[in-house]
């Protein structure tokens, strides 16, 4: 399943959602920053990173 989050960007460094990170190797970017007109979408404001974790994140703690 492919998920869109239209938000502030995301740490796609976050150890968390690196391995839930999709990328279309056909094109040239992955995400529009329409606030700093850039293709790169490095969160500058950490929102969009909590929530695409809400969404997708692996975590490194079980529950017992």
């Given at each position: 399943?492919?998920?869109?989050?239209?938000d502030?960007?995301i740490?796609?460094?976050?150890?968390?959602?690196?391995?839930?990170?999709?990328?279309?190797p056909?094109?040239?970017?992955?995400?529009?920053?329409?606030?700093?007109?850039?293709?790169?979408?490095?969160?500058?404001?950490?929102?969009?990173?909590?929530?695409?974790?809400?969404?997708?994140?692996w975590g490194t703690?079980t529950?017992?």
């Amino acid at each position: 399943m492919v998920v869109a989050v239209v938000d502030s960007g995301i740490d796609y460094n976050h150890p968390d959602l690196i391995g839930n990170l999709w990328a279309n190797p056909s094109m040239a970017a992955t995400a529009t920053i329409f606030v700093s007109n850039t293709n790169n979408p490095l969160d500058d404001f950490g929102h969009g990173t909590h929530i695409a974790g809400t969404i997708a994140a692996w975590g490194t703690t079980t529950l017992a």
